[in-house]
């Protein structure tokens, strides 16, 4: 089924929107058929292998860490006790205060993107929204942006510019699928204590409460996306309280609201707004498959059709999770902090952070964050597989990164310079992945504890070489079997070379090709080996 715009606008038809007929030859069917048959990686996704996201709203700017707006609203939850003491109680001061309160005072886009790109940064991703359901573009369908809220600036509009004049191709994410069940928590009430059945903000405020107020003219339920699951009177504990919120709005849901088309409708206007202004190159989607069913079809069909009628082809890439095998035709598969067990024949990508989504105090106290030495790792590991890695590193509210985080983005740029362009930049996968003592799991939320040793290796090949990233440096010889005379007995080996530190000594066996490295410096990891010879690729 097809949406026309007027049909999506639904109660605000005559806003005045233009027609959404397709240019001549760029007809794309909204479903899975069309989409399948108008998809195809694009070169410049394959040869990218790096991103860096800026997962930045105004969720960083209490400095708490993730989901911060959800949570506030659950008594007990530790993020509730930090509202409590640092803003009120969330009768009186509700999200949509720190919405506004987040003014991005010291942001210096350029310098950050200056500074991703000298970390081997291909793409660069921004977020268009969060579950909060606040737009950071000039939003033409949600009043709730920020130009009318908070930074007073268009965000997007503005990492665009950036990015492109840097050479980076842009990306955007887009969470507000999920606004309307991740926000019924608003609309609940504190179960003990004493407030205890009164009722937080989005239960109470209307339109004509702004009165007088910074958001004058703003209508509160527009933002809180209207009560769809609101917790019934009566319940007399915390706990109980949260366990409610679990089994109903917690679910992570895809479907529509119940009697909240008007949301749907809205969504599938404001992402088309959002392409249609910027153009990404990229979109995100945080959803499982597509949100809203024929809705979330139509979404993706209008991305491909306006990448066609701009370049003749789709030479955009959009990212969804939990992929069936004939979805991951018709889009490109996103393992939100997981690993892949296997080479895939499709590109992928894994989204990961250093730290908590949105910015958290404590991980930069507590020097917690993700070591640039992992986040390598994890590169070579997920490059080997044939995907590629988006990379989030948490912003402040104010705009800024920290101390600890520019030492991490240091460790990846003196990296990616000695080895980004041998091994990995426009690289393709091996006969095989690599090798080693350590196992991962495939799947979501699966990163754990993984502890590589040198006797992991993970295979790219470029240019007609074949190099080998041993994932930790190793302080003895090491063998790759997969690189022996018995696994390979129609090859020859000629020369093997340490990337950027000259030729190594080898020696070929039946067993595996044993190599002998040079003692790594304090700052040097994950070493890699250019191999040469005949027969390898």
Request: net charge neutral.
């Amino acid at each position: 089924m097809r949406l026309t715009r007027r049909q999506a606008l639904g109660s605000f038809a005559g806003a005045g929107a233009a027609s959404l007929a397709p240019p001549a030859g760029a007809e794309v069917s909204s479903d899975w058929a069309g989409l399948v048959a108008a998809f195809r990686v694009p070169d410049w996704f394959r040869d990218a292998k790096f991103g860096i996201w800026a997962h930045w709203s105004a969720q960083c700017v209490p400095e708490f860490g993730d989901w911060y707006g959800r949570q506030m609203y659950l008594q007990g939850n530790p993020v509730y006790e930090h509202h409590l003491k640092h803003y009120g109680h969330p009768a009186d001061r509700g999200f949509l205060e720190i919405e506004n309160a987040w003014k991005a005072e010291n942001w210096d886009p350029e310098h950050l993107v200056k500074l991703y790109k000298a970390a081997g940064a291909r793409y660069f991703m921004a977020l268009a929204n969060h579950h909060d359901n606040l737009d950071t573009w000039d939003s033409k369908y949600h009043a709730w942006n920020t130009l009318r809220v908070g930074p007073k600036r268009d965000i997007i509009g503005t990492w665009e510019k950036v990015a492109r004049a840097n050479g980076l191709r842009f990306a955007v994410s887009n969470h507000s699928a999920h606004a309307w069940h991740w926000w019924q928590t608003a609309y609940g009430y504190d179960a003990e204590g004493p407030r205890a059945g009164e009722r937080y903000d989005a239960f109470k405020l209307t339109k004509a409460d702004g009165a007088g107020k910074w958001w004058e003219g703003l209508d509160p339920q527009e933002l809180y996306t209207g009560p769809a699951m609101v917790p019934p009177d009566g319940i007399k504990s915390a706990k109980a309280m949260r366990d409610w919120h679990d089994a109903n709005s917690g679910q992570w849901m895809e479907s529509a609201p119940p009697q909240n088309p008007h949301h749907v409708a809205k969504w599938l206007l404001r992402q088309q707004d959002l392409v249609e202004k910027y153009r990404p190159d990229m979109v995100y989607f945080d959803d499982f498959g597509l949100p809203f069913g024929n809705v979330g079809l139509e979404a993706l069909a209008h991305y491909y059709r306006q990448s066609i009628a701009r370049d003749g082809r789709v030479e955009v890439v959009a990212t969804a999770k939990q992929l069936t095998a004939d979805q991951r035709t018709a889009l490109v598969d996103d393992v939100e902090r997981g690993f892949s067990d296997r080479l895939r024949e499709e590109p992928w990508q894994t989204c990961t952070c250093i730290g908590d989504w949105h910015y958290n105090r404590a991980r930069y106290e507590q020097k917690s964050y993700v070591p640039a030495l992992k986040v390598i790792q994890r590169l070579c590991d997920v490059v080997s597989k044939n995907g590629n890695l988006l990379l989030s590193i948490p912003v402040r509210g104010d705009g800024t990164i920290d101390s600890e985080e520019e030492k991490i983005v240091a460790g990846i740029t003196r990296w990616m310079q000695r080895n980004g362009d041998a091994a990995i930049f426009g690289s393709r996968p091996w006969r095989i992945y690599g090798e080693g003592p350590t196992k991962v799991g495939g799947g979501m939320f699966n990163e754990g504890k993984v502890e590589f040793t040198a006797g992991d290796v993970r295979f790219t090949t470029r240019k007609g070489a074949l190099y080998a990233a041993l994932l930790a440096w190793p302080e003895q010889p090491v063998t790759i079997v997969a690189l022996g005379k018995a696994a390979l007995p129609d090859a020859a080996i000629e020369r093997v070379e340490l990337v950027g530190g000259g030729r190594v000594k080898f020696e070929r066996s039946e067993a595996g090709l044993m190599v002998t490295l040079p003692r790594g410096g304090p700052d040097d990891f994950v070493p890699v080996l250019r191999i040469d010879g005949r027969g390898l690729i």
